[in-house]
């Protein structure tokens, strides 16, 4: 059997614990779901109230005698003081918590079929923009919501981020949260506490946070959610605390160019370095979320990425191309149609741009003579691509004709990776191109 999604804050590494209980309070356990460094989470059934539930088992290992077991209890139980106060639909509801023996628990709301984000933060899987942002916007009202009930997260991330099998999502994993009520001061534990990767310039300082440190997490989860791509990674601790106190990231824009420049506003604003200059509240973000639906129609849906996917694939210019970088192509390249008799390049002017026919046919003409056809898979504009010199032909659309416009700022917003494929491709391309050119002028002079 295929292993199952792990729970919210729990990864895959398998950690030595005790064989799976049978019983543990008045639950009854049915299979183990995840696993993690906190512990191991279990589906179980709840005799009293006849359904299904999710049980937090913290890991035995990490409940030691001494500062670091005390810690570790601290912050287990942390999460039951948090979420304990909270009742909102897109945040995991938190139903118990006890010891059993040398076992300490949580119940939490089961949620079968769930996945966290964290899987759609690769540029093969990203989903539908209209989805992002609509996760981004109940995250938004969800941390608004926790807010005024006085818990700061502290640690919004991908995994710690429910999508459920109805495209609904649950803010989980309250065990670091920051509890402003004022019954909560016993709970209360500071110092270096989150996921690097995810931190605020705050928390990274370890200085005073409020509210608004979750939303420049959040700004973080959205950024990676669009486009593959996290915008404070790096091989080292010291090098991505210093890219996120003091670094701004690369525009989402220059990943993609179908990304709503008022999405680029709202991500600016929502990962300032000063806390001062980023959305107050969770609803003021959720609001300007909100006016970008009305922007959305003309956001292309997943059924059309995805037939232009499958158009590239079939390409002969991008065999050899894995889905990935074909999926960041599809997202950063520009897509142009034509009517008949259009001229899609003039002789004499200059240009940057290199063209991939997708269907269609079209002439090649010089001085007013035809030369050349072209049609599907066929490419033209090479020279200029390479030199941004003068067009020396001049290229009219003879059909209807679909095509992708490839320049250096198109090239710019995919990896490194992806960029080197396709140049090496380009390469071959020319190389290909002047074989024929020699071999046309070689038949000319014995003719």
Not at 6 to 12: A, E, L, R, T, V
Not at 72 to 93: C, Q, W, Y
Not at 179 to 197: E, Y
Request: some cysteine; aromatic content about 8%.
């Amino acid at each position: 059997m295929a292993q199952p999604e792990p729970q919210p804050g729990f990864d895959s590494t398998f950690h030595t614990l005790p064989a799976r209980p049978d019983v543990i309070g008045k639950y009854e356990i049915l299979e183990e779901v995840g696993r993690g460094s906190m512990g191991t989470v279990y589906s179980a059934h709840d005799p009293f109230s006849e359904r299904t539930v999710a049980i937090k088992v913290a890991n035995p290992q990490k409940l030691g005698t001494g500062q670091d077991g005390s810690r570790f209890r601290k912050m287990f139980f942390n999460e039951a003081h948090a979420a304990g106060v909270l009742d909102h639909p897109s945040i995991l509801t938190l139903y118990d918590a006890g010891v059993d023996g040398e076992l300490c628990y949580l119940v939490m709301e089961f949620v079968a079929g769930a996945r966290t984000l964290q899987p759609f933060c690769k540029s093969d899987s990203l989903l539908p923009m209209r989805e992002v942002v609509g996760i981004v916007y109940k995250c938004a009202k969800a941390l608004d919501y926790a807010h005024r009930q006085g818990i700061i997260h502290r640690d919004i991330k991908p995994s710690n981020i429910l999508l459920t099998q109805d495209r609904d999502i649950r803010v989980s994993d309250f065990s670091i949260a920051r509890i402003t009520r004022s019954d909560a001061a016993s709970t209360q534990f500071d110092g270096f506490l989150g996921s690097p990767l995810y931190m605020s310039p705050e928390q990274i300082n370890e200085w005073e946070i409020n509210s608004n440190t979750d939303i420049f997490s959040l700004g973080t989860v959205m950024y990676e959610l669009l486009t593959g791509n996290h915008p404070f990674r790096a091989d080292t601790l010291t090098t991505i605390a210093t890219k996120i106190t003091n670094d701004k990231p690369l525009s989402v824009l220059e990943y993609r160019s179908d990304i709503p420049e008022g999405i680029d506003y709202i991500l600016n604003r929502m990962m300032k370095k000063k806390s001062s200059k980023r959305y107050a509240a969770g609803i003021d973000l959720a609001a300007d979320l909100a006016l970008i639906f009305d922007d959305l129609e003309k956001i292309e849906s997943e059924d059309a990425l995805r037939r232009k996917f499958q158009t590239l694939k079939e390409l002969g210019f991008f065999k050899g191309f894995n889905d990935a970088e074909i999926w960041e192509l599809v997202r950063a390249s520009n897509w142009q149609t034509y009517p008949p008799d259009s001229v899609i390049i003039r002789e004499g002017d200059i240009d940057d741009s290199f063209y991939i026919l997708l269907s269609g046919v079209v002439t090649i003409q010089k001085a007013g003579q035809h030369v050349d056809s072209l049609q599907e898979g066929d490419c033209f504009g090479e020279m200029g691509f390479l030199a941004r010199t003068e067009r020396t032909a001049t290229v009219i659309a003879k059909t209807d004709v679909s095509l992708i416009k490839v320049n250096a700022a198109t090239l710019d917003r995919a990896n490194e990776a992806t960029q080197l494929r396709f140049l090496k491709v380009f390469v071959r391309t020319v190389v290909e191109r002047l074989k024929q050119t020699t071999s046309i002028l070689t038949q000319l002079r014995q003719i």
